[in-house]
């Protein structure tokens, strides 16, 4: 899977605008992540795989409403995916378009 840097906005689930541009950063951790966008809507390998389901366009982003309980990809237009370290520092991370059917 190639993984991408990712320049952009989301809107944390407090509506409070944030840059994805903390995860061009060096050393920036789980903790971090977690603290700017709220809990993943889904995680993977123990932990170290996160990923949050976003919906919007032209860099400017917000969480799916419900995603972590939701079967399908409905409403959703990219996954991010960040992969961290055995110590939880964000190794590499990408914005993945969904595709619906």
């Known amino acids: 899977m190639a993984l991408a840097c990712v320049s952009a906005c ?16 060096s ?5 971090d992540v977690i603290d700017s966008f709220g809990v ?3 995680q993977y390998e123990q932990g170290r795989v996160l990923a949050y389901r976003l919906q919007g366009a032209k860099g400017r982003y917000t969480r799916v409403p419900g995603a972590a309980t939701r079967v399908g990809w409905e409403d959703v237009g990219y996954d991010l ?9 964000l190794e590499r991370h990408s914005l993945v378009p969904i595709r619906a059917r």
């Open 40 to 42: 993943p809507d889904a």
């Open 10 to 25: 989301v809107t944390t689930p407090t509506g409070r605008l944030l840059q994805l541009e903390l995860l061009d950063r």
């Open 81 to 89: 995916v960040l992969v961290f370290d055995h110590s939880d520092v």
């Open 27 to 31: 050393s920036v951790s789980k903790n």
